[in-house]
Nanobody
Framework: QVQLVESGGGLVEAGGSLRLSCIAS????????AAWFRQPPGKERDFVAA????????YYADSVKGRFTISRDNAKNTVYLQMNSLKPEDTAVYYC?????????????????WGQGTQVTVSS
């Protein structure tokens, strides 16, 4: 099995930055995809960004393009989400997810492995 553990969330003022980390353990990945999703209070879980474990290709939601950067360190089995120019509307619980295939990248249904989530709160 695979375990994903997120860290790096917190409270930040609008315009600030945070970096989230997601460490994978267990039966880890040499291929497939890792992603970040977020879920604001009372809303659905939405795609934020994804990166392929192998080639490093990246994918972003339009709402975060140019502000967020996803990356991975295969040697450390870790995925990062660098978030800059944060806005109050970025406030959400952020979840790390992983899959061994590229069947569905931008929907939660494409990911069998999930972390417990980390809270990001952006004050205005």
């Amino acid at each position: 099995q695979v375990q994903l553990v997120e860290s790096g969330g917190g409270l930040v003022e609008a315009g600030g930055s945070l970096r989230l980390s997601c460490i994978a353990s267990g039966r880890t990945f040499s291929s497939g995809v890792a992603a970040w999703f977020r879920q604001p209070p009372g809303k659905e879980r939405d795609f934020v960004a994804a990166v392929s474990w192998g080639g490093g290709s990246t994918y972003y939601a339009d709402s975060v393009k140019g502000r967020f950067t996803i990356s991975r360190d295969n040697a450390k089995n870790t995925v990062y989400l660098q978030m800059n120019s944060l806005k109050p509307e970025d406030t959400a619980v952020y979840y790390c997810a992983a899959a061994r295939s590229f069947t569905v990248i931008m929907k939660p249904s494409g990911y069998p492995y999930w972390g417990q989530g980390t809270q990001v709160t952006v004050s205005s």
